[in-house]
């Protein structure tokens, strides 16, 4: 038992430890923003400017605004995101001027500084994939960091708050219009090239805001509740939560179990439930984070 209690402490210990003072948070803040954007600005000056890739947001306007008139994309970049930050500073305040200015003028920067590096392929397919990950990682960073780059996503936070269209919605229907605009000004081909970027984009996201830490969370409803309980206490060492359930077809009140567990640990669990319940009826799906004492701390 005092075992059980210095195990706690030093879990509460390791979660105060974790806890960062605000000035170190915003200073990882700043750094996870400017690595974030320069990837972005790499991947984008690399991959998406020559072969006229423009995959949505600010940065595809600027790559169809370059292709027609020769301007800079860091240019138009900073043209677009500067009356962008000032309509949302307006109207959603300091709170978020705080999170979105140094992004909005930092990326530009970066994509005006990387604007000559020579691009290393001239395969559509090739740079429209590496740099939709190259963005994703860059973006991803930039979000772990709590912050932003300004860009058409304010535009569809805006549209969100004010017409009540889903936010998922607003920022699939801006990057749609900037890809089929692509697809009318440049090639169809362009556009189609455009949404490989973009899907790989949001799964690197995805990525890097997860990582590879996939678990597995399992729901066990059985007549023997308690035995399966002990055992996965007991045997396998791991938590587990008890949902109160009723049977769609008897309505009769049954216990559901709630286990969540590492990938290598999904047959011995399996194996547990069956020697402890044969009959029991067993869910096992991914989750994609979990946060808590004996996982990742929160």
Known sequence: MDDQKVKRSGTTNKRKARAMNPRAESLLSVVLLLAGSFLIAVSFNLFLVPLGIAS??????SILVNHETGIQPAYTQWALNVPLFLVGLWLLGKRFALKTALGSFVLPLLVLVTSNWTPPTNNAMLASIYGGIGVGVGLGLVFRGKASTGGLDLAAQLLHRYTGVRLGLAVAAFD???????????????????LVGLFATSKTIDFVQTGLAISKVAFVVSDHPEAITQTVLH????????LDGHGGYTGESRAVLMIVVGRGEVSRLKSLVRAADPSAFVIISDT??????????P
């Not at 749609?176 to 169809?188: D, E, N, R, W």
């Open 288 to 297: 994609a984070e979990v946060l808590g004492e004996g996982f990742q701390l």
């Open 176 to 194: 749609g219009i900037v890809i089929a605009s692509a697809g009318i000004l440049i090639a169809p081909e362009n556009a189609l090239y455009a």
């Open 235 to 242: 045997d396998l060492d791991r938590g587990l939560t008890k």
């Open 56 to 61: 949505g947001g600010v940065s595809g306007i």
